[in-house]
């Protein structure tokens, strides 16, 4: 692990110690002011309380390194983590019909002032990490690459104050076509040998194998730690991950997250929530369709071919909202005014009413509550010859909701543009897929609402 890494993990966890004292000291305080006793109850409610706020922590991502420094973005995730445990806490409450039980003197209290604390805690250890400039980490960067370009620009984007970039090194000192000041590896190794620099970062291709293990022979004979970034024709596939096969040391590139244990967790996951939601919306569904029926002719459901996990065509449910079922080769997408949605349909289209059965697809098995969004079969051989890896989208199972959707990426994709951004938010979803991503995606789909102004 590097320096700076360290200095992160550190700040990270001495953040998270202070909240954990805040929300304590917060209800405590909070009771003291009511002039309420804190009996075994309040305890309980404490406990489930910050275990709650660690959790909606995890799904906003509040404690990630990468933005440990960025308060305004911190506090945005904080603020976002902080509705989410009331939320829980209110719906336990609800739940167990405990909520006579507490003053709410208390509970509004701790909930309008702990934040403010939070926030406060937070722009106090920002300004101790500004002024503390004793673990500066000093890191050089080897290699005039795209990797290096990329990696610099990361680096000064996270604006971590005990970071510096000392200098770019390259075996190529010519910088008439680049902007960045290039340095000889002799300059590094002498930086090195004087303990100017702590981390080294190696971004040159693999091609440059005999180079990179001369420079790591000279790094040896210095106290610097040296970390090797893969070149982008290796991190910008698919989630490659090291890993063993008949003794021999792997590298996967195109996979599915979805094996062995985590299958079977994302398939409890996806019986538990729609069984839920179904047990919520079954009269809404009933409601809609009688209204379907009353307001045209043809069938209350319409079932698309759509492909599945790995490209297997499935049919997907859908109530119907035009006066035509087109499931053919050549299908044209719904457009502002489309003569063929019918006045229901287009209601139900904007408010993603019209998806709800697809919530028995999801009992079936064919779809995940969460997941890439299922394209009409015509538009996956479109897009499939235009748009590098968008059949990968097809490792997992399509969902209702995703990460593209609750980034704004929804409705029509009159442009190839939309289309490509629908995708790279799919396969980042794939590379970093978790039980807390696909909660935070269903919350945050609750949260933004089921209107779309783009959806047609």
């Known amino acids: 692990m590097s320096r ?16 954990f004292l805040i929300l304590c000291c917060g209800f405590y305080a909070a009771c003291q ?30 404690y990630q390194l ?20 009331c939320f829980v ?50 890191i050089a960067i080897v290699g005039n690459t795209l990797t290096s370009d990329y990696f610099l620009k990361h680096i000064e984007a996270l604006k971590w104050p005990w970071i510096s970039v000392y200098g770019i090194y390259d075996f190529e000192t010519n910088t ?15 930086a090195a040998k004087e303990n100017h620099i702590n981390d080294v970062y190696i971004t040159l291709p693999l ?13 040896a004979d210095t106290t610097v730690s040296v970390f090797i970034i893969p070149d982008l024709f290796l991190s910008n596939l698919m989630k490659s991950n090291w890993s063993d096969f008949a003794g021999f040391s792997i590298v996967s590139v195109y996979r599915t997250p979805f094996n062995g244990i985590n299958a079977l967790i994302k398939r409890l996951l996806d019986i538990v929530l729609s069984a839920v939601i179904l047990a919520i919306i079954w009269p809404l569904m009933l409601l809609i369709a009688v209204a379907i029926k009353l ?7 319409f079932k698309q071919h759509r492909y599945g996990l790995d490209g297997r065509v499935i049919k997907v449910w859908k109530f119907r909202t035009m006066n035509v079922c087109e499931n053919g080769a050549q299908i044209t997408q719904a457009q ?55 059949m990968l989208r097809h490792k997992i199972k399509p969902g209702i909701t995703g990460l593209a959707q609750v980034n704004g990426w929804r409705g029509e994709t009159d442009t190839l543009l939309k289309m490509e951004k629908r995708v790279e938010y799919d396969l980042e979803y794939i590379q970093n897929w978790s039980i807390g991503l696909d909660l935070k995606i269903v919350f945050l789909t609750i949260a933004h609402g089921f209107y779309d102004k783009n959806a047609y």
């Not at 440990?68 to 989410?84: A, E, V």
């Open 207 to 219: 091609i440059n194998e005999n180079k990179v293990e001369q420079l790591l022979t000279d790094l």
């Open 176 to 190: 008439s076509q680049t902007n960045k000041n290039i340095f000889s590896i002799n300059e590094l190794l002498k």
């Open 295 to 301: 307001n045209s002719k043809g069938p209350v459901l």
């Open 66 to 85: 990468s933005s440990i420094n960025l308060f305004l973005n911190n506090t945005k995730n904080l603020l976002l983590t902080w509705i989410g445990m």
């Open 89 to 138: 806490i209110t719906l336990l409450l609800l739940a167990t019909k405990e909520s006579q039980n507490f003053s709410r003197l208390i509970l509004f209290t701790w909930m309008t002032t702990t934040p403010v604390m939070l926030i406060l805690s937070r722009k106090i250890l920002a300004s101790l990490r500004t002024k503390n400039r004793t673990n500066k980490t000093n």
């Open 4 to 19: 700076s890494n360290s200095i992160a993990i550190l700040y990270s966890i001495t953040q998270q110690f202070i909240d």
């Open 33 to 62: 002011i009511r002039q309420i006793d804190i009996d075994t109850k309040e305890f309980y409610l404490m406990g489930a309380s910050i275990t709650s706020f660690y959790f909606s922590a995890r799904l906003f991502d509040l």
């Open 336 to 390: 502002k005014n489309d003569v063929r949605i019918t006045p229901l349909g287009k209601y139900l289209r904007k408010t993603s009413l019209d998806e709800l059965p697809q919530f028995i697809n999801v009992l079936q098995g064919s779809l995940s509550v969460v997941g890439p969004r299922p394209h009409a079969n015509a538009h996956n051989e479109e897009y499939r010859k235009l748009i590098k890896g968008y």
